[in-house]
């Protein structure tokens, strides 16, 4: 994973967290992370796509924001 996600995956987490850890919004909590880091080429809202690591090489889907526990 390459340091602009982890910062996605970050901050979607704790817009999570702030909004009560709703079920079914990762889309939505990851697009609305990506566009506050500035990062222009994240899925949009309306798509409810996470993007998956190494996608293409059969590689397992990335973890939704709201699956794991904070970071230490």
Known sequence: ???REQK???R???LWVQEG???GREGEHWSQAA???GYD???S???NEIPR???GQNAPPAISPGAVPPPD
């Open 35 to 37: 566009r506050e880091l």
């Open 41 to 43: 080429d994240a899925p």
């Open 12 to 14: 979607a987490y704790e």
């Open 45 to 47: 809202s309306d798509s």
């Open 1 to 3: 994973m390459d340091d």
């Open 53 to 55: 690591i190494g996608e």
């Open 21 to 23: 850890r709703p079920e």
């Open 8 to 10: 996605i995956r970050d």
